[in-house]
């Protein structure tokens, strides 16, 4: 086991200093100038994200001073860790060069996109009558892209259905007291826009809306950004 690690120490080292094991088993050294000016990025943010604000840790292979910029933004001169605020949704760029380098591997960028979360529009009351359907039409999703989500609705009791459904990939039954299901935004509105909801009993009813997500990715765990209260009253 020692002489294994000692074999991996060498090799880091030969590949930081440019050493070079000979057909004779007897170590020498190249020319390393490729690597003097290297940049290298340390930490960056997720290449898809929420987040406005982006940091990045980034260091040399010598002590040159660096220069940073962001988008079409001129260099400046900069230090780790750099962090950009306020920053648009859509695209961005960010570049760190060792000044006075002059091989490719002087300037490190990185490219990344950060996508508003998606919402819920809606969430009005409606009334109507036991075990007849009623219109909940106006819940929409809105988000900057039109990226796959996954929408659940859920009632107390009764029935959810969508006339329309193309599209989209449900987690267990199409309708029921509750549902699950996958689409792209226009899929999702379009489907949405038909939702009916039978209640079975009479009262006020909620009907709660959630967008799920995963953490660290595009979109986080979203709960009741939108909602209907169904009033019902006995069937005539």
């Known amino acids: ?32 100038s490729a690597l003097t000016d290297t940049v290298f990025l340390m930490s960056k943010p997720l ?3 929420t987040a406005n604000t982006a940091t990045f840790t980034f260091d040399s292979f010598n002590s040159n001073p660096l220069e940073c910029k962001l988008d079409s933004a001129s260099f400046s001169a900069c230090t780790s860790p750099y962090t950009a605020s306020s920053l648009a949704d859509g695209s961005h760029t960010f570049t760190v060069h060792a000044i006075g380098g002059t091989n ?20 009005s009351s409606v009334s109507g009558i036991v075990t007849t359907p009623l219109a909940i039409s106006d819940l929409q999703v809105s988000d900057s892209g039109n990226e796959t989500l996954t929408l659940e609705l859920q009632a107390p009791s009764g029935t959810l259905a969508m006339a329309t459904t193309a599209g989209l990939t449900f987690t267990g039954s199409p309708a029921g007291a509750s549902l699950k299901f996958s689409g792209t935004r226009t899929d999702l509105n379009t489907a949405l826009a038909t939702l009916t909801y039978t209640p079975s009993v009479s009262g006020s009813l ?9 953490d660290g ?14 009033s019902t009253g006995p069937q005539d």
């Open 47 to 49: 290449a898809q994200t």
């Open 217 to 230: 990715q595009i979109y986080d765990m979203l709960n009741g950004h939108a909602y209907k209260v169904v």
């Open 104 to 123: 490719p591997q002087s300037t490190a960028s990185y490219t990344w996109s950060i996508n508003a979360l998606p919402v819920f529009a809606g969430g």
């Open 206 to 214: 909620t009907v709660s809306a959630f967008i799920d997500g995963q």
């Open 1 to 32: 086991m020692r002489l294994i690690a000692r074999n991996v120490k060498w090799i880091v080292l030969a590949a930081a200093y440019g050493l070079v094991l000979a057909a004779s088993g007897v170590w020498s050294v190249r020319q390393v």
